[in-house]
């Protein structure tokens, strides 16, 4: 009875201490979206239990290693005990009912976050080896970043044209793959201003690791700005036009250029930048050209036409769409700076 008791104590005061270290310890990034909310406290409900069962076996483990060690000269045989009924029932039936309401908490939070809404915003995204692109139907426009106006409840549709990806934005807590063949749907609102990424969270290849887009939740009045920029409708205030290699710089980061184009001259999936204008190409079809304006223009919207020599047809071929004339022109220059 007595190491009852004291087991009992090791174990309260254990989970009591780790409580106060795990709920003190901050997990996660910043909370992003509405459905952020019912996932954390989720999770902090799973840490709890978690830290209640640690405490819990390795409270009766540490408990047993000191209290039961054999004595000093004592060489008899263990007590032998074939089994007990009532305890393999009780460590069956009470995590059963554990795991089985935390089944239905998790399923009902899945649920409401799932849940159509009126008034969503409706975005299709489409992720392909090794970039992320954004269509906006509503007013035909696509992007590279995905914008969101903050407290608007978004419903995006994620397809695949390749293999299987996943879009993740760790802020949002939310995480949803993007598989080849078939549409599935992800719905959020997001309720924190700031600059995230979507990362693929579904590994797809040389390049999985740097599969990575912006994800910028904006007022309502730049969300607006944006738009009218990307319909070409926007009337620019006096003296506010940026640097066009500045520009491309930050486009190559944003539209996932880097992920196969290096700026250093090392090889990765794609030709290096690096002293690439003004350097002869040849071609897989035994041609060559020199590397001028048109002809950087024309890798990027058709990418296929002219087939560097050693390399594969792998690149995405919709940046005519997803990219302006002026976020184009941009990269040219910002390419034309890499000698
Ligand atoms: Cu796409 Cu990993």
């Known amino acids: 009875m007595k190491h009852i008791v004291y087991v009992t104590i090791l174990i309260v005061v254990a989970t009591l201490v780790l409580l106060f270290v795990a709920n003190g310890v901050q997990w996660m990034p910043v909370q992003a979206s509405f459905e952020a909310i019912s996932i954390d406290q989720l999770f902090g409900l799973h840490i709890d239990v978690i830290v ?4 819990l076996v390795n409270g009766i483990l540490l ?3 000191f209290a039961f060690r054999r004595k000093k000269n ?3 045989e263990g007590a032998f005990f074939h089994s007990n009924s009532k305890l393999e029932i009780g460590w069956t039936v009470v995590p059963l009912i554990v795991v089985l309401y935390f089944a239905f908490l998790g399923a009902t939070v899945l649920g409401q976050n799932l849940e159509k809404g009126d008034d969503e915003l ?4 489409t992720a392909q080896q090794w970039t992320w692109s954004f269509e906006y139907p509503e007013w035909g426009i696509a992007s590279t970043e995905l914008n969101l106006p903050i407290n608007q409840r978004v419903h995006l549709i994620l397809k695949s044209p390749d293999v299987t990806h996943s879009f993740w934005v760790p802020e949002f807590r939310l995480k949803q793959d993007a598989v080849p063949g078939q549409e599935t749907n992800l719905r959020l609102t997001p309720t924190l201003l700031g600059n995230y990424k979507v990362r693929c969270a579904e590994l797809c290849g040389t390049s999985h690791y740097a599969m990575e887009s912006p994800v910028n939740v904006m007022t309502a009045e730049d969300f607006e700005i944006w738009r009218q920029k990307r319909l070409g409708i ?3 205030p006096e003296g ?9 710089k930050q486009v190559a980061a944003s539209a996932g250029c880097i992920a196969c184009h290096s700026i250093d001259g ?3 999936v794609g030709p290096s930048w690096k002293g690439l204008f003004g350097s002869t190409r040849s071609f897989a079809d035994g041609s060559s050209a020199t590397a001028d304006e048109t002809y950087l223009h024309e890798s990027i919207v058709d990418p296929a036409a ?4 050693g390399f594969q047809d792998l690149m995405p071929k919709n940046f005519a769409q997803t990219l302006t004339e002026t976020e184009i022109t941009g990269l040219i220059e910002y390419i034309k700076t890499l000698q």
């Open 74 to 76: 004592d060489e008899s």
């Open 63 to 65: 408990y047993s290693v």
């Open 52 to 55: 209640i069962l640690y405490a």
């Open 266 to 268: 090392s090889a990765l």
């Open 306 to 309: 002219k087939l560097v020599e």
């Open 234 to 236: 926007y009337v620019e």
């Open 240 to 248: 506010e036009a940026q640097d066009p290699a500045e520009l491309g």
């Open 122 to 125: 409706e975005v299709i995204v």
